[in-house]
């Protein structure tokens, strides 16, 4: 069994992308817009600007109150949209109830999308002609591409079918030439597909709900689920020790797909600038 190292493939992708921007004296800019004080969404925008200062680019935080309106925040996202320091807008998820997603995303300029979430952009994925990569599952597909996991023509079972994790990733597989089975919590004989599975990703966000008897032996597991156990930790939704002795390759939690979706985001804000600078 190989532990798929996301730290290691995160920090190379980091590397890259910051001696490019050193080289050329890029100076991408990325606003992370955070509304309220949801302790998981601080981590992620803590992360996403540590990557930024890594990666040598200007970022800015707008932190608003819980009470902010839908007004407020597109009216921000309307003033980011015209500033030209600022290549990619990231509003972080999930927004306070009273506040529409799908409008708030919908405001951002479809070229400062970098987060990849809006109607269109979730379009182009289907069509294979996108600018801005879906970053938890480009995530996942450059981990494949790091341990040389050839995808075309396996089974790829994706567990999860949100707009932002599971359907994009079985996108991915399938433009990787994978035939895909698209799973939720609706699926009959959950275990039975899966066990046919070469390419097990889960995207459930339960802890246990995949377990040693729903993978097949020598299957690639990829574990997107971020859980805390009852002592506060990070756990993912693989029931990772006997997993692990089946599978052939398999992520951690913490330190498997996380890190690399923070690098996706620093790829395509990159790509973002130099799109609105007309550098190619
Ligand atoms: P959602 O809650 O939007 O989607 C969960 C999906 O899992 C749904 O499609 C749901 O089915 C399905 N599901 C729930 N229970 C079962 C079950 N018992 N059997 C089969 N399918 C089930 O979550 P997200 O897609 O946003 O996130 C999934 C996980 O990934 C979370 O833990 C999240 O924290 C993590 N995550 C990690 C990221 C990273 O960087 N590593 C980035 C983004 C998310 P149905 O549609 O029928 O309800």
Same mark, same amino acid.
């Given at each position: 069994m190989t532990l798929i190292d996301g730290k290691t493939v995160s920090q190379a992708l980091k590397d890259r992308i910051a001696a490019e921007v050193k080289e050329n004296g890029y100076t991408p800019g990325l606003a992370v817009i955070i509304v309220g004080d949801d302790p998981a969404s601080r981590v992620y925008v803590n992360n996403k600007k540590k990557a930024c200062t890594y990666c040598g680019f200007y970022s800015e935080e707008y932190a608003l109150p819980a009470s902010a309106t839908q007004e407020q925040l597109i009216d921000l996202i309307h003033t980011l949209n015209t500033?030209?320091? #600022?290549?990619g807008i990231l509003c972080q998820l999930p927004?306070?109830?009273? #506040?529409d997603e799908t409008a708030v995303i919908a405001a951002i300029a479809p070229a400062k999308?970098?987060?990849? &979430?809006s109607e269109a952009d979730v379009g182009k994925v289907m069509i294979g002609n996108?600018? &801005? @990569?879906?970053c938890t599952p480009a995530g996942v597909m450059e981990l494949l591409r790091y341990y040389h996991i050839?995808? @075309?023509?396996k089974n790829a079972v994706v567990i999860g079918r949100s707009n932002i994790v599971g359907k994009p990733m079985a996108m991915l597989l399938l433009h990787a030439d994978a035939t895909v089975t698209l799973c939720h919590s609706k699926t009959a004989n959950l275990k039975e597909i899966c066990r046919n599975a070469d390419i097990l990703v889960s995207a459930v966000g339960k802890i246990g709900a995949v377990t040693a008897d729903m993978v097949k032996e020598g299957a690639v597991v990829i574990d997107v689920g971020i859980n805390r156990n009852a002592d506060g930790k990070l756990q993912g939704d693989v029931d990772f020790e006997a997993v692990k002795e089946k599978a052939s390759f398999i992520t951690p939690?913490? *330190? *498997?797909?996380g890190p690399m979706t923070i690098a996706i985001l620093m790829q395509n804000t990159l790509t973002a600038y130099k799109n609105n600078k007309n550098i190619h």
């Amino acid at each position: 069994m190989t532990l798929i190292d996301g730290k290691t493939v995160s920090q190379a992708l980091k590397d890259r992308i910051a001696a490019e921007v050193k080289e050329n004296g890029y100076t991408p800019g990325l606003a992370v817009i955070i509304v309220g004080d949801d302790p998981a969404s601080r981590v992620y925008v803590n992360n996403k600007k540590k990557a930024c200062t890594y990666c040598g680019f200007y970022s800015e935080e707008y932190a608003l109150p819980a009470s902010a309106t839908q007004e407020q925040l597109i009216d921000l996202i309307h003033t980011l949209n015209t500033d030209e320091r #600022i290549d990619g807008i990231l509003c972080q998820l999930p927004l306070p109830r009273h #506040i529409d997603e799908t409008a708030v995303i919908a405001a951002i300029a479809p070229a400062k999308d970098v987060d990849a &979430f809006s109607e269109a952009d979730v379009g182009k994925v289907m069509i294979g002609n996108y600018t &801005f @990569s879906p970053c938890t599952p480009a995530g996942v597909m450059e981990l494949l591409r790091y341990y040389h996991i050839d995808v @075309s023509g396996k089974n790829a079972v994706v567990i999860g079918r949100s707009n932002i994790v599971g359907k994009p990733m079985a996108m991915l597989l399938l433009h990787a030439d994978a035939t895909v089975t698209l799973c939720h919590s609706k699926t009959a004989n959950l275990k039975e597909i899966c066990r046919n599975a070469d390419i097990l990703v889960s995207a459930v966000g339960k802890i246990g709900a995949v377990t040693a008897d729903m993978v097949k032996e020598g299957a690639v597991v990829i574990d997107v689920g971020i859980n805390r156990n009852a002592d506060g930790k990070l756990q993912g939704d693989v029931d990772f020790e006997a997993v692990k002795e089946k599978a052939s390759f398999i992520t951690p939690v913490p *330190g *498997g797909v996380g890190p690399m979706t923070i690098a996706i985001l620093m790829q395509n804000t990159l790509t973002a600038y130099k799109n609105n600078k007309n550098i190619h």
